[in-house]
């Protein structure tokens, strides 16, 4: 994805890039943040399980599909912002990671984390349903009917 594209991405709210944090690459992001900031642990790393609901056909009555693992952790900065996270797995460093990047976005940095971090993200989740659809598409059946003599 080009700059320009990057740049025309929706701004994100904060649920937004709280969405685009969990559900990156773990290792992305330790790339895009080698280096994390002195913080406060308020909550530190815990891994627990959440019942996933679904609707059939997106609004029939809702039912339990199952449960799916997930992480949380909540920090706090020296400047008193606080970051939240969830993310599916065990990855604890992911969690913090994710949690010290909400805080860091709530906060002065918060353009250049905006640059740095989500931007890529973006990019990198943009390109991956790229793909998706791609390799979709090359499985799409097109079907047509031929007009028959007799139905004329």
Same mark, same amino acid.
């Given at each position: 994805?080009?700059?320009?594209?990057?740049?025309?991405?929706?701004?994100?709210?904060?649920?937004?890039?709280?969405?685009?944090?969990?559900?990156?690459?773990?290792?992305?992001?330790?790339?895009?943040? !080698?280096?994390?900031?002195?913080h406060? =642990?308020?909550?530190? !790393?815990?891994?627990? %399980?959440?019942?996933?609901?679904?609707? =059939?056909?997106?609004?029939?009555?809702?039912?339990?599909?199952?449960?799916?693992?997930?992480?949380?952790?909540?920090v706090?900065?020296? +400047?008193?912002?606080?970051?939240?996270?969830?993310?599916?797995?065990?990855?604890?460093?992911?969690a913090?990671?994710?949690?010290?990047?909400?805080?860091?976005?709530?906060?002065? =940095?918060?353009?250049?984390?905006?640059?740095?971090?989500?931007?890529?993200? %973006?990019? +990198?989740?943009?390109?991956?349903?790229?793909?998706?659809?791609?390799?979709? %598409?090359?499985?799409?059946?097109?079907?047509?009917t031929?007009?028959?003599?007799e139905?004329?």
């Open positions: 994805m080009s700059r320009s594209e990057m740049q025309s991405l929706p701004p994100l709210d904060r649920p937004g890039w709280m969405a685009l944090l969990a559900k990156s690459s773990p290792a992305r992001l330790a790339a895009l943040m !080698p280096q994390l900031p002195d406060e =642990t308020l909550r530190a !790393p815990e891994i627990g %399980a959440v019942m996933v609901r679904g609707r =059939t056909g997106a609004t029939g009555a809702p039912f339990n599909l199952g449960e799916m693992t997930v992480t949380r952790c909540a706090r900065l020296g +400047d008193g912002s606080v970051g939240h996270a969830w993310v599916q797995g065990r990855d604890r460093d992911h913090r990671r994710a949690a010290v990047a909400d805080a860091l976005l709530q906060g002065e =940095t918060a353009p250049r984390i905006r640059r740095d971090v989500l931007e890529v993200l %973006a990019a +990198d989740a943009a390109a991956a349903r790229a793909a998706r659809a791609a390799r979709a %598409a090359d499985t799409k059946v097109d079907f047509f031929m007009v028959r003599g139905d004329q």
